[in-house]
């Protein structure tokens, strides 16, 4: 990532069209099937970075807000239609990015420094809870974004 006056406006429409309009026009695809069937179930996927304060990140900080801002707002609307929307929210996952680019020093420091499982996130992780969100298990459960970050964030 870039410090904010190093960006560009394209840089920042790059980073909200991955990370929100991807969402929304997946939501726009499935939502007319799930309304048709009365029952659907979407997870997006937000970061606990929102709550952090790391520099050189507005872009991506400002567009996984917009996720998880996303999130209940529609939940708010889809809900009548038997369609849940949740949303999880990891920490730093271990990927390509982060073990191989600029960050990746900062990456490996900062679990042992913020988290109380010290050891960088795998996407394994994750799947428990993208499995309880898109069961039946969570059926009363929507709007909400489930923290899944090693104990990085305490709320």
Known sequence: MEAFDDSSFEDWKRIFEINVDS?????KVFVPGMKSAGYGKIVNLASTVFWLKIESFVHYVSSKAANIGFTPALSAELGGDGITVDAIAPSLVRAGSTENGPLSQMFEALPNILQSIK???????????????SSDDSAFMTGQVLVVDGGMIRH
């Open 119 to 133: 050891r960088l996130q795998v996407p394994g992780d994750l799947t428990g809870a993208a499995l309880f969100l």
């Open 23 to 27: 969402q929304f026009l997946m939501a």
